[in-house]
């Protein structure tokens, strides 16, 4: 008789979404008068502090946002009445707050009231409003305390709320990074509902990619300023996450706001700001495998106006690995200025450097069978790098935006950026062939090398407004952007070399010195000139208060030539390839049906340029298709918590399928062109506060892909994180935990017997743990893969997860 298994992921996810939705439905009792109240309130904007006040001690909140704008707040923790919380969180700001039954009243003084009244001719005194507890709406997580934001920029340019947007969109805020220590994209992304981290080799390769909705990722926006190298976009899975606020993700097309792209998804890094009062922060970590990283942030007014801000952010890392001889180094260095130039004009410009550097860096894992066909055993620590194999990936940006308000309704910004990147990657892994299992024989390395310095420069011109029409106000954008990206780069022999043996001896005594790196010298030169230009306008459409209508497109002109030229006979070969004039529409629908629920609907086309080669070497027409999405979105206790349901279907035609085991003239992997392709599914998200101090991020997606094209891209996948602070304990303490879930991944015809290669389903379980020693010095502890769960992240090849591990941090804010 078959057995029921108990599955611990969908369980754990179904209570988080319960939990939530008992936080959002419950009632919110009046104040009883009690003379103290549990508060747990962040060091953070004054707007919001008051905002966090007045929740938590369930009254209304009366205050002109005019006077909290620029100010912050220090921490207030504890069991205090709300006269003394009041007092702490005003301290310092000029302003008074008063009690008045059930509600907080935060204004001047009466003699500052009455001298700016007196001020200059014709200036008008601001009522007080009554905002309920409510700050305005602001993109920005940092200090916030919390795990979802109020509003998101990437899926369009109108700045709506996540429950305004017709797509799923996630984001990963400030606080959540700092809560699970995610330093890196790449933990970003295996935090985010939706996206699978599909990791086949050491960070700093191209054989990681990134799935969502059955289709592989490749926009990267920074700012929402896109990441433009269709020859290797995998370099910008390299970032480190201390220079960003928060990393949104629309998951489906966005083409609206890109141009190009699959209906995967986009990933969005939003820098950091500068900050009207001065703050600095200084974070130790130290952890498993000689893991040692320190952040330092400081931010704050430059001049005695406070009309010039600063900001500067570095980092540097070293670690070793669970994988023998691999070594990584990490650095980071960003400096942000924010100027008023005048009343409705602000200059926001910066620049930052980013080096990744790893030895022992190995592109795959060891052969995942031996030579009579049956499975290896490796220890999760075997490397197939050999001493001599590296990556080196560095990156510099400069940009400026100006941003000018002709009024509150209408505003343009200019963004100008320019990006030098450079990367180095001399590959080799022990990946080819198989074991003989008596004497460890027949194991080879492939080897290559790959490098280049492209420069991208891009200028992004937006501007949105509003528009009266019959009696309603309606929202506009619109915009152009242009990007050109440019390299002359080495060319390389790859995976086969003149005189050299690629064979292991012994692959069970091998400690990676041997064979020597290939002689390996430049044998031809390639340049690459990329060039994206477009434009686009969208318009939300408000024809009742409760429906919203957006119809856009972008028109789009995508070009690139390229030449290679090989030294031995001065030949050489061109290939320009362009697309002119490529509509891609955007419609959504988005309908309050309730002040928290809304249910909406969006479709848009899909266009996307390829860099991946068929067998023969010629590139892969563009992909096209189109995209529908249909759900609800609910939010609730002033947006603090934000859920969202959907189903979605998406066409294809030229989908890229790797073909196993077959490689294009130049060395890369060969893949077919598949149409007619289809994938749907439906993805469920909750994230944000369900009661004071406790903060939740779930999610659970099931994507199908037609004919099952992608069985080592798992169905369905679940991902929780959660938190609670207990104010009662000294000076608060933090515990958390989550889960990351995914069903069964395949691979067939592997090894000599041809057999399916199977990585069933799995859960790593993740705790964390955050003390308080005083208001400014905390400490915080992550223990990953709590249950030391065994498992391969990818098939086809033996690269296993990161075994357990623990990271302490500490943190000083001054």
Known sequence: ??????????????????????????????AAGQPAVALSIAAQPLAQALNDLARQSRMELMVQPALVAGRSAQAVNGSLTVREALDRLLAGSGLVGVIEGTSIVVRRPPAAASSGAAGAAGETSLAEVRVQAQ??????????????????????????????????VSVITRQRMEDQGLTQLSDVVAQTPGLVFSQSGNQGSDTSPIYSRGFSVNTYMIDGVRQTDSNYSSIFQTNDMAMFDRVEVVRGASGL???????GAAINMIRKRPTADFQASVRAEAGSWNHVRTEADIAGPINASGSVRGRLVAAAQDNDSYIDRLKERKKLLYGAVEADLTAQTQLFAGASVQHHDATGHARGGLPAYYSDGTRTQWSRSASAAPLWAYSKRHYTSVFAALEHRFSDDWKVRATAT?????????????????????????VTLWA???????????LDVQTTGRFDLLGRKHDVAFGAQMSRTSYDAPSYTNWTHAGWSSAIGNIFTWDGTSPAAPPNPSIGRN????????????????????????????????????????????????????????????????????RNWSAYTSFTTIFTPQSLRLANGDYMDPQTGDSFELGVKGAFLNDRLNVSGAIYKARQDNLGVAIPNVFAPDGSQAYEAVSGTSTRGFEVEATGEVRPGWQVAAGFSRNLTQDRLLTDVPQNTAKLFTSYRIAG????LTVGGGLRWQNQIYRDNQGAARVRFTQPAYAVVDLMVRYAITDTVAVTANLRNALDKVYYTSVGNSYYGAPRSLQVAVDVRF
């Open 418 to 442: 320019r990006t030098n990147n450079f990367y180095d990657e001399l590959i080799g892994y022990a990946s080819g062939g198989a074991p003989v299992r008596e004497t460890g024989a027949g």
């Open 527 to 594: 340049t690459s000139d990329e060039r994206l230009n477009s434009a686009y306008a969208t318009v939300r459409f408000k024809p009742t208060d409760a429906l919203a209508v957006l119809a856009g497109a972008r028109v789009v002109d995508w070009s690139r030539a390229q030449t290679s030229t090989r030294f031995s006979t001065g030949a050489t070969t061109a290939n320009n390839r362009y697309e002119s004039g490529e509509v891609t529409p955007y419609l959504g629908l988005v309908y309050d049906i309730d």
């Open 135 to 168: 700050a305005e709406p602001s993109a920005l997580t940092e200090h916030s305390g919390s795990y979802t934001t109020r509003q998101a920029g990437t899926s369009t340019p109108l700045g709506l709320s996540l429950r305004e947007t017709p797509q799923s």
């Open 257 to 263: 706001m890109n141009g190009i792209g699959t209906p």
């Open 1 to 30: 008789m078959p057995r029921t298994r108990f599955r611990p992921a969908p369980l754990a996810l179904a209570v988080a979404l319960s939990l939530a939705a008992m936080g959002a439905s419950a009632q919110v009792a009046p």
């Open 729 to 732: 304990i000294g000076k608060g």
């Open 448 to 458: 290559g090398r790959w490098s280049a310095t492209p420069r991208q420069d891009s």
